[in-house]
């Protein structure tokens, strides 16, 4: 073969390689395709009976489905199917953070029941996108870290002789085996003094009730409490809803 021959046959590959490897690139998913990766979420709020797990839909994005499931870490191929709830308007707090701030958002959930103490799990989200497309998020947790009640219910503030108040709440409904896995209890009650804020915290409490002593006549307090189980696991609950009362003027 000539020169001329080899050098036109050798740019004739070069073009077709480029053309091929160019169709391939084309053909790669694009990474703006590709769905969101989920912030997923995980607490029990029922120990030891369901573990629930959630995660925000992105704002705006197109419909999108999840296949989720669970496993333990050391059990891979024993993979179950986690039960979605489908997405509801929820306030969420960042339980990551020590921020008060909730937001409203589009939640997806999902119940795992029946989890055991002293092991890993972990949550498979894939998310897929009307396109095809998905991706996927791996998280991992223990029982034992992820224990965070509900927070009490019914709390009540009345006044107790003259500068003292009786302050009663009750355990959230949803912490179901109260015998088997009591709660402790922190309170915490603010007012406000020549325009600083004050506070006092007190706790951990196994009643449900306490007397306060020594409050100010005529002074405007907020009272909450917040749950945590017994021997300590987990964290505590969020705050209860504030109770605000004026001490009559003596």
């Keep these: 073969m000539s020169t001329s ?15 091929v490897a160019i169709e391939a690139v084309a053909l790669m998913p694009d990474d703006a395709d590709l769905p969101t990766k989920p912030s997923v979420y995980c607490w029990c709020a029922s120990y030891p009976n ?7 839909e ?24 986690c039960r979605l709830i ?17 937001s409203s958002e ?6 795992l029941p029946d989890l055991k103490l002293l092991t890993d799990y972990v949550i498979n989200v894939t998310t897929v996108s009307s396109s095809g497309s998905s991706r996927v998020h791996l998280s991992s947790f223990m029982l034992e870290d992820v224990v965070k009640p509900d927070p009490p219910v019914d ?8 500068r003292n108040v009786l302050l009663e709440w009750s355990p959230p409904p949803t912490w179901i085996y109260l ?25 951990p409490l196994e009643s449900t009730s306490v007397e306060l002593k020594g409050l100010s006549s005529g002074r405007e307090y ?16 969020h705050w209860s809803s504030p109770v605000i009362i004026t001490l009559p003027t003596i």
């Excluded at 994005?61 to 199917?81: A, G, H």
């Excluded at 489908?86 to 909730?102: C, I, Q, V, W």
């Excluded at 589009?106 to 119940?111: A, I, N, T, V």
């Design 86 to 102: 489908p997405p509801t308007s929820s306030f969420l707090s960042s339980s990551s953070s020590s921020s008060s701030s909730s």
């Design 179 to 203: 015998d088997m896995a009591p709660l402790k209890y922190q309170i915490t009650y603010q007012w406000d003094h020549k325009g600083q804020a004050k506070s006092v915290s007190l706790g």
């Design 106 to 111: 589009q939640l997806w959930h999902c119940h």
């Design 50 to 56: 369901v573990t629930s797990c959630s995660w925000a």
């Design 155 to 162: 709390v009540k503030v009345s006044p107790h002789h003259d």
């Design 58 to 81: 992105p704002p705006g994005s197109q419909p999108l489905d999840y296949i989720v499931s669970y496993s333990e870490r050391r059990q891979p191929s024993t993979s179950k199917p």
């Design 222 to 237: 907020v009272f909450q409490v917040c749950a945590m189980d017994l021997l300590g696991l987990g964290q505590y609950s």
């Design 5 to 19: 021959n080899m050098m036109t046959s050798m740019r004739y590959w070069i073009h077709l390689t480029l053309v």
